[in-house]
């Protein structure tokens, strides 16, 4: 099941000023894990050029291997996330760490420095996931 359609995703991102201004000058490709589904998005400058499924693919791979920064977590947990008003703890992905399924691995660093991004890629994930 797909949370989000995935151009929707990389359009909303990419014409939300606070999302532009967290990620100004950010390159990198993180690993959205959704249950047993994979996503990569691909940030450049910024900006999200590239949202795709992860497939056993060596051409997708040859393409994305080098993700930087690896967010997953079961499916009933992202639907718990993506709530209009989530359950305590599914407000924000710190608590979601903490307290539930999700997990965060890669560049720590990056992770860190680029969090509002983050922050705000996932907060259009959950308006994204109430329009259906």
């Not at 000023?17 to 400058?45: C, M, P």
């Not at 693919?57 to 499916?75: G, N, Y």
Request: proline share 6%.
């Amino acid at each position: 099941m797909e949370l989000v359609p995935l151009e929707k995703l990389k359009e909303a991102a990419n014409n939300d000023s606070e999302f532009r201004i967290a990620a100004r000058f950010w390159t990198t490709v993180l690993h959205v894990g959704v249950g047993d589904l994979s996503y990569l998005v691909r940030i450049k400058d910024g900006v999200i050029d590239g949202v795709a499924r992860c497939e056993p693919s060596p051409q997708l791979w040859d393409q994305w291997t080098a993700w930087k920064i690896s967010i997953s977590a079961p499916l009933e947990d992202w639907r718990n996330f993506c709530e209009p008003v989530p359950r305590p703890f599914y407000q924000d992905l710190f608590g979601a760490v903490a307290h539930h399924g999700f997990r965060v691995e890669g560049e720590k660093e990056g992770f860190f420095q680029y969090f509002p991004a983050i922050r705000r890629m996932l907060d259009i994930v959950r308006g994204l996931s109430r329009q259906g």
